[in-house]
């Protein structure tokens, strides 16, 4: 082949899994495809892609990734239905649409081959990334190799069966924004206090990878964890105690459980 992987999508997600996937191959082994033909040329300059049309790309990719937001799959893939089912022998299909099944993706496609069903978070462009993986009828153990391999600079790579993906999706796919919503916070509180906005992030930023970081190489417990840092009488149980009396706990929880049940909605 041609490209060892293709792109159809540059958007937000599709960008950092490109960039991710450059990594992993030789200069110009990736193909971009977008309506917006300056975004694709854009990234294809900075990961030393090459932009080409969705039916070349089909016909001379490995592993096609589409990264199309689910309310536009249908429309993005009904004129390239001829061109996926001649490499229906061939062709890896790796789909990351929200709420999409493998069984959609094959009825929105006429696609007949191998497909992959993913949930990728936006930091897999900084190689610390989560993607969810569940593999449809036909993907073998060489072909998931392949498919790890390109993603291998990504972060952690995680299979799960295909009907908790849109659970753990809600978590590990939104969690970011949830995240960076909390660290914003931590360091309004610290600027507010007297410290400087650009400290302030840095160490509300570093807290956080410390505290993660924490519990995953120790194993240990978050509310464990949280005990240790809390003395009698201490400071720090005393804005937990505030957490809990603004109900933060609850807000996180019902975060997750409302992005799962958007997703739910984006299926109908």
């Keep these: ?151 291998s600079h990504a972060g952690l790579a995680d299979r799960i069966p295909e009907e908790k993906i849109d659970a753990a999706g809600a978590l590990s796919g939104c969690g970011p924004a949830f995240v960076y919503l909390f660290c914003e916070a931590l360091a309004d509180g610290a600027v507010a206090c007297g410290v400087p906005r650009d400290k302030a992030m840095r160490y509300a930023a570093n807290t956080v990878l410390g505290a993660a970081k924490t519990i995953l190489d120790t194993g240990r417990h978050p509310g464990e964890l949280k005990d240790a840092v809390c003395s009698p009488g201490g400071t720090t149980i005393e804005g937990v105690r505030l957490l809990e009396e603004r109900a933060f706990r609850a807000a996180a929880t019902d975060a997750v459980i409302a992005a799962y049940e958007k997703t739910a909605k984006l299926k109908k």
């Design 1 to 151: 082949m041609k490209y060892d992987a293709g792109f159809l999508g540059c958007g937000n997600m599709g960008g950092a899994l490109a960039r991710a996937a450059a990594h992993a191959v030789a200069p110009g082994r990736i193909a971009l495809c977008d309506t917006d033909t300056k975004k694709a040329e854009a990234l294809a300059l900075e990961i030393g892609g090459t932009v080409t049309d969705a039916a070349d790309m089909i016909r001379d990719t490995a592993v096609l990734f589409l990264a199309v937001k689910p309310q536009g799959m249908k429309a993005a893939l009904e004129p390239l239905r001829a061109a996926l089912a001649a490499r229906a022998d061939s062709l890896l299909l790796v789909t990351m649409a929200a709420g999409l099944t493998v069984a959609d993706i094959r009825e929105l496609s006429g696609f007949d081959g191998k497909i992959i069903r993913i949930m990728p978070n936006t930091p897999v462009g900084v190689g610390a990334g989560t993607i969810l993986y569940a593999l449809g009828e036909g993907v073998g153990e060489e072909d998931e190799k392949i498919f790890l391999s390109l993603l």
